[in-house]
């Protein structure tokens, strides 16, 4: 491992931490509005399928998948990491952010309800400072 790899591993592992806490706010927001529809949910493996299954969840899967690269990425150590990756990762969360990609347009409104939740807001500032770092 290169003294630029090791960087930029460091830098992209703090991104992937900050956003697993982003997305488990997310998590507990869309099970929140889960339970408040259908009652408690039965414990971790009836949230696992839910998560999987159930549609009031799908909205969660762009943020898992875009998560699930990284963590990929990052386990790949005979793979020298550069600033392409980083790159990379700032643009994947662009096009998520991004109003103007409608591919994601069910994600935007699933967390455009979740906004309003502090731990929500904490954790997305949290993952942003982070992102932005990554330039420094």
Sequence with gaps: MTPADSAVRTRLDA?????????????????GEYEFLHGPVGGPFALYSLVMNDPGFQWLRPLSGL????DE???AKDTA??????????????LLFA???TRFADFRA?????????????TEARWREVLNSLEA
Excluded: I, W
């Design 15 to 31: 991104l992937a931490k900050a956003l697993r806490h982003f997305h488990s706010a997310l998590l507990d927001f869309a099970k």
């Design 67 to 70: 998560m699930a690269t990284l």
């Design 73 to 75: 990425v990052l386990d």
């Design 81 to 94: 990491l550069t600033d392409r990756n980083l790159s990379d990762v700032r643009q994947a969360l662009g």
């Design 99 to 101: 109003e103007t990609d």
């Design 110 to 122: 699933g967390y455009a309800r979740a906004k309003g939740d502090a731990r929500v807001r904490e």
